[in-house]
Nanobody, 123 residues
């Protein structure tokens, strides 16, 4: 029953900024790692940034120094601040996490994906 919903995408010029949001249906980010992925047409989906329950982060080399992942104190929202955007950043961005679910039995780890939000960077 865990759900993730992304928002904040849009169209910007090179050098512009966007902030993406990922809203969870519960306080899952206090116990589960979360990642932002992106997928451009014809390309494989790639990890952009990740954050662990304790707050440690990691980034793809292509976005280091430009993107920042962070979450709120309530552990229900995760954000991706995107600065100095480039045309190569154009993609659909997805929020992702892994949770343990009890249905169907037995309990198991399940990957959860948001619906995606489009980011377009062009002149």
């Amino acid at each position: 029953q865990v759900q993730l919903v992304e928002s904040g995408g849009g169209s910007v010029q090179p050098g512009g900024s966007l902030r993406l949001s990922c809203a969870a249906s519960g306080r899952i980010f206090g116990s589960n790692a979360m990642g932002w992925y992106r997928q451009a047409p014809g390309k494989q989906r790639e990890l952009v940034a990740g954050i662990a329950p304790g707050g440690s982060t990691n980034y793809a080399d292509s976005v280091k120094g430009r993107f920042t992942i962070f979450k709120d104190s309530a552990q229900t929202m995760v954000y991706l601040q995107m600065n100095s955007l480039k045309p190569e950043d154009t993609a659909v961005y997805y929020c992702h996490t892994k949770v343990v679910v009890a249905v169907p039995f037995p309990p198991r780890s399940v990957e959860v994906w948001g619906q995606g939000t489009q980011v377009t960077v062009s002149s």
